[in-house]
């Protein structure tokens, strides 16, 4: 046959997954599948919309200069080295495409979000996967795995779907181990869910001036704008270079620029964001152990439930379908004995908690 045939390798990918909203035969169901914010965005998100209604006809600013220039402000870095996108997704194909080829590797860890492997893979090149300790990162893994053809390192911080961290002492010690040609790729898509005192963003090592670390964020989870595909990062300028000469031109739509500003504006809605996920995640982890449950300990706005065997998991999956509630099955990411489960609503939540014990008997 003579039907065109893609590059090696692009047949390989197993295409992703989202998380599911519907259940067949439930007219109202409970999505806790996909780290969605329960709250929302902020009310000023739409009043923006609004205002930008009249300049449809307008092509967006295809540099994304305004919010570039409001993140530069909050987070204390040049608006030169900021690259918006259409969801921090995209960042993750950009920096593959433009750093990874045939016959170089593409390294992260062993629960590390899924994405990575199919950006390797449609770059042309190889995934390399270092074991994990606990179902978290392990550094010195990683380290070992770095060959002479190793190009990009991801590594998500907190780590979906584990929740699990790494200090940014971890950081610093597994970068100063790679060489300079080696582009470290921090997702920080959770981090504005952490607060604790022994976690700190990658941005330090950027604004010291490394010349391979790139800083990964959105605005799909805690701002609560997965609709609009926002992301941003920060990357030494030579990155921010190459990036502009290979990505859309208007990769990011004006509406989505003006509901990124104006939620990037709105500081307490992100605190009740955050103190909302930190209640209720605290307490469905709490309901989850007590029906004898492990729950990996997160620090994002979703956990990690172990059940007996794949299944159990299996079975628990049905069950809460069976109650109108759709969580996450997370076999795709070597797991086929937990569950991923956002933290929803409080009437979600409790719902969640009362199906489970109705499953496990308790």
Avoid at 250 to 268: I, P, T
Wanted: hydrophobic content about 45%; aromatic content about 8%; charged content about 20%.
């Amino acid at each position: 046959m003579n039907a065109p045939f893609p590059r090696p390798g692009i047949l390989e990918i197993t295409p992703y997954q989202a998380g599911e909203s519907k259940i067949a035969g439930k007219t109202t169901v409970m999505k806790l599948a996909s780290n969605e914010s329960p709250l929302g965005p902020s009310p000023a998100v739409a009043e923006a919309l609004k205002a930008g209604f009249d300049t449809l006809q307008l092509y967006p600013d295809p540099t994304a200069s305004a919010l570039r220039e409001a993140l530069a402000a909050k987070y204390g870095v040049p608006a030169e080295q900021i690259l918006c996108t259409s969801g921090s997704e995209q960042a993750l194909h950009l920096v593959t495409r433009a750093y990874a080829s045939v016959g170089d590797e593409v390294l992260f860890s062993q629960y590390g979000f899924i994405a990575y492997p199919i950006a390797a893979k449609a770059a042309g090149a190889t995934p390399v996967i270092a074991p994990e300790q606990n179902f978290t990162t392990d550094i010195d893994a990683l380290i070992a795995r770095v060959s002479a053809r190793t190009k990009v390192l991801f590594l998500a911080n907190p780590n979906n779907p584990t929740g699990t961290y790494r200090p940014l002492a971890d950081i610093r010690r597994l970068h100063a181990a790679l060489p300079e040609r080696v582009l470290l790729v921090l997702d920080e898509a959770y981090a504005e869910y952490v607060s604790r005192d022994d976690y700190q963003s990658a941005l330090a090592l950027v604004k010291e001036g490394a010349p391979n670390v790139m800083v990964s964020r959105t605005f799909s989870k805690i701002y609560g704008l997965a609709a609009m595909r926002v992301g941003w990062s920060v990357c030494p300028p030579a990155v921010i270079d190459v990036f502009n000469r290979i990505r859309e031109t208007f990769n990011v739509g004006a509406l989505s620029q003006r509901a990124a500003l104006a939620a990037l504006a709105d500081e307490a809605h992100v605190t009740a964001a955050r103190d909302h996920n930190a209640k209720w995640l605290a307490w469905i982890s709490d309901q989850l152990t007590k029906m004898g449950l492990k729950v990996t300990p997160s620090l994002g706005n979703f956990l990690l439930a172990h059940f007996a065997d794949a299944d159990a998991a299996k079975a628990a999956d049905q069950h809460l379908r069976g109650d109108g509630i759709i969580v996450r099955p997370v076999a795709g990411y070597g797991l086929p004995q937990c569950l991923r489960i956002s933290v929803g609503k409080e009437s979600e939540n409790k719902a969640l908690v009362e199906s489970l014990g109705q499953f496990m008997g308790k």
